[in-house]
């Protein structure tokens, strides 16, 4: 069973930052994608930040662009999410996701396993 364990969350300032990790476990990195989504309460889930294993590239919402940075250790298998100039719409539950097939990358429907996730919260 593939798991997935966040950390790295807590409480920030406004323009502080954080840095999110995700280690997965029992995962055999081929054409899996690892992404980011957040769910600030009485909204919706929505997708923050994606990358793909295999190359490297990533994807991201409009509103983190330039602020905030994914990337990947192969040696470890870990997910890292860089957030930087923080907002206080920034403030939710970060999950960590898996998705095998990595064909539509942020659509949190097409991921397969999930984290339990983290809070985040921004103070303005």
């Known amino acids: 069973q593939v798991q997935l364990v966040e950390s790295g969350g807590g409480l920030v300032q406004a323009g502080g930052s954080l840095r999110l990790s995700c280690a997965a476990s029992r995962v055999t990195f081929s054409s899996t994608t690892m992404g980011w989504f957040r769910q600030a309460p009485g909204k919706e889930r929505e997708f923050v930040a994606a990358i793909r294993w295999s190359d490297g590239r990533t994807y991201y919402q409009d509103s983190v662009k330039g602020r905030f940075t994914i990337t990947r250790n192969n040696a470890n298998n870990t997910v890292y999410m860089q957030m930087d100039s923080l907002k206080p719409e920034d403030t939710g539950v970060y999950y960590c996701?898996?998705?095998?097939?990595?064909?539509?990358?942020?659509?949190?429907?097409?991921?397969?396993?999930w984290g339990q996730g983290t809070q985040v919260t921004v103070s303005s």
């Open positions: 996701a898996l998705d095998w097939n990595g064909l539509h990358p942020t659509t949190g429907t097409e991921y397969d396993y």
